[in-house]
């Protein structure tokens, strides 16, 4: 920032809190965003006195360090008696012989911070309100601890170096997220958990045992999210109360035993298909991703075809369309039984979605260049589907105003051309035998370089509308 500038800043916030002074008003939400420097130190600490003395309710700073210049926080904000959240990055503690004394917090979020242990122990007593806590890319200490007397409703812990042992004993927590992209083991601690409602553990130490010995201590589990946990290999995931799972990346995993009779939303994200479910009567929404590692040489074997099929019988899936992509061709199923269709010779998918509505289809197969040149939609009998589609892909296509205010554009502003062809054929599926099944393969020609929308570009199909 230019110095004429700076002092530009500096005056109108000075300006800002001196009037809020004179009137006598009271401030709801201070934020405050900038790199440290010695030129703004003295001005950022009046500044942040200034709110704390007209009673701020929610306080955020973001300091970024240049240079290791670091901003201390001032001793007014541990004493805050009106501050009901508090958001600190890049923050210097005062010394831990300042009292911490925030009678009205209830969310607290520390990050790229050093903490001292002393303040940990003493945090809950000082701020006995506090439900949410987040503790993000902090160090200094080696332990945490949640005493059983704690309201404390939710805990993020994200990559804090250092940390071996987490112990919660408060049975009021509902959300636990643990994260840490290193391999070195830390001790959970969740046995009191026993309302924990959702649970995200992005873990590489995660193992099978550790797994189970969690897991079975959370009958009221309502979301469990497993990333990254390459220990991971035969798991069994049960609960009558869960109703969303995600397993994504957890790459040693061979075999994921689900029974959630009341799944309603579902995402697997991995290289192969290890999930076999027991049943899937009230699911809504899935997706699944199978993309392989550009250097690993893994095949489609059987056993995953089969689990996926197997998947598509054992879901409720009245009502929702089925869709299936390569990085080459995208597959519109309007009904289940006629993905594993021989005449629909489906190959290994890129990707599986599951939803009622087409406008979501098309939305996640074309959200990313280069897009497919070849949309295939199958259908049974005289169907109305695939004319839906074409309604959808047709829509707004001349001019679209989607993205008008977005520097980065959707698949609506370079597709220029649809083409289509339909044909019969008779169903080779015993589930189908009989019916005629109708396909449609769309052509989509697109914008080559993806600069930008232009009208000019704009080519209008000879025919307007899908017989």
Known sequence: ???????????????????????????????????????????????????????????????????????????????????????????ILPTSKIKVDLPKLQKLSLKNMNIPLTFLVHLFSCCPLIDDLRLIECSGFKTLSISVSSKLKRLDVHKCEGLKTIVIETPKLQSFWYFYDKKKRCTLNLLACRDLKDLVLEY?????????????????????????????????????????????????????????????????????????????????????????????????????????????????LKGLKVMTWTKQEVHIFEDNLLVFDPSSKIRMPHSVILSACSQDLLAEALKSWPYQSKLLVYSLGNSEFPRDIYNELNQGKEDPKCCAYFKNKCWRHYLKKITYEKWFSESCGQSLAGLQVQNTEFELDWNTTKRGWKKENSVVPKRSKID
């Open 1 to 91: 920032m230019k110095k004429k500038s700076l002092d530009e800043y500096k005056n109108m916030m000075s300006q800002l809190l001196k009037c809020r002074q004179e009137q006598s008003l009271n401030i709801f939400k201070f934020r405050l965003r900038f790199s440290v420097t010695n030129k703004l130190l003295p001005d950022a600490e009046s500044w942040v006195s200034a709110v704390i003395e007209r009673n701020v309710r929610e306080l955020e700073i973001y300091a970024k360090s240049i240079r290791s210049i670091q901003f201390c926080l001032p001793v007014s904000v541990m004493s805050g008696s009106s501050i009901t959240v508090l958001n600190l990055y890049g923050c």
């Open 204 to 316: 590489p130490r995660m193992n099978d045992e550790l797994f189970h010995e969690i897991i079975s201590e959370f009958p009221r589990l309502e979301k469990l999210v497993l990333s990254r946990c390459y220990g991971l290999k035969t798991i069994q995931v049960s609960g009558n109360k869960l109703k969303k799972l995600v397993i994504r990346r957890c790459r040693k995993l061979v075999e994921a035993q689900v029974d959630a009779p009341n799944l309603v939303s579902l995402e697997y994200h991995g290289q192969r298909m290890p999930l076999s479910f027991r049943t899937l009567s009230c699911l809504k929404e899935a997706l699944l991703r199978f993309d392989p590692h550009a250097k690993a040489k893994i095949d489609w074997k059987a056993e995953d075809a089969n689990r996926l099929q197997s998947f598509f019988c054992t879901s409720n």
